[in-house]
């Protein structure tokens, strides 16, 4: 199984919704629920998460759908458990899981696709989005930037801040060999503890439009793109397994 980057989603997957406070989780779900109905699919229908990352998307989504997860990181999964009592969550790779009983829906979300290495991984986690789903059942998959979107030299600024902990990571983001790198360099502080500093490095692929509409279509399934934004920026893939 592939590894997820180290720090972040393995040793300090406690700091992860603590640096992501700022995203609106909410207002995502509530976007991808009007997505979801216009689409035909029906409150009560069963939805997978893949990287469910610590289950905040799930924790709103069940509120209208049977919900499961699966993410590489035990940890973050760790972190999501207490906030979806009985929900089953799987520690699982997503370009080699597979279900005992497809779904109505899966969706990726928050660009994780992008963790991906290299096209044959991208097919390969077409073929098992594919197999998740049942016939006519809808994939939902929010992509990473593209080659002609990516920025290079770009740098960010997250904080967090409470009487217990501070944290500040900045990151440097270059574009490499079809790569977007990012450095998140950090610093942990806790009153009395000193500052704890790291760097931690993640890799997402760059993929092109045509490459992932083709991985899709390659897995059988029916896709498109959808300008809707759920929450960063413009852009899903959406498609279908068909009937037959």
Same mark, same amino acid.
Request: hydrophobic fraction near 45%; include cysteine; charge should be negative.
């Given at each position: ?22 995203? #609106? ?19 009560g ?26 993410d590489?990181a ?21 370009? =080699? ?13 928050? =660009? ?53 902990l ?10 490499? #060999?079809g790569? =977007? ?64």
């Amino acid at each position: 199984m592939k590894q997820a980057p180290t720090y972040l989603y393995r040793d300090r997957a406690a700091l992860y919704d603590l640096i992501y406070h700022w995203k #609106d989780y909410e207002t995502e779900v509530r976007l991808l629920r009007a997505l979801l109905a216009d689409q035909g699919v029906a409150d009560g229908a069963r939805l997978l998460d893949v990287a469910a990352g610590t289950g905040q998307h799930l924790a709103r989504l069940q509120r209208w759908y049977e919900v499961a997860g699966l993410d590489v990181a035990a940890e973050m999964l760790e972190v999501a458990r207490p906030r979806l009592p009985g929900v089953e969550l799987q520690v699982a790779d997503m370009a =080699s899981f597979a279900v005992e009983r497809p779904f109505d829906v899966v969706v990726c979300l928050f =660009s994780s696709v992008g963790y991906l290495e290299d096209l044959a991984r991208l097919e390969a986690a077409a073929r098992c989005f594919a197999a998740a789903l049942r016939p006519g059942g809808l994939l939902v998959l929010q992509p990473w930037f593209t080659p002609e979107e990516a920025i290079d030299g770009v740098c960010m600024l997250d904080t967090y801040e409470s009487e217990e902990l501070k944290l500040v990571r900045m990151s440097d983001g270059r574009v490499v #060999d079809g790569r =977007s790198v990012l450095e998140f360099h950090w610093l942990v502080g806790r009153p009395g503890g000193g500052v704890e500093a790291f760097v931690e490095r993640h890799e997402l692929t760059l993929f092109t439009h045509q490459q992932m509409l083709d991985a899709l279509a390659s897995a059988g399934l029916k896709a498109w793109f959808d300008p809707r934004d759920l929450g960063g920026r413009p852009g899903l893939y959406l498609a279908r397994r068909p009937e037959r």
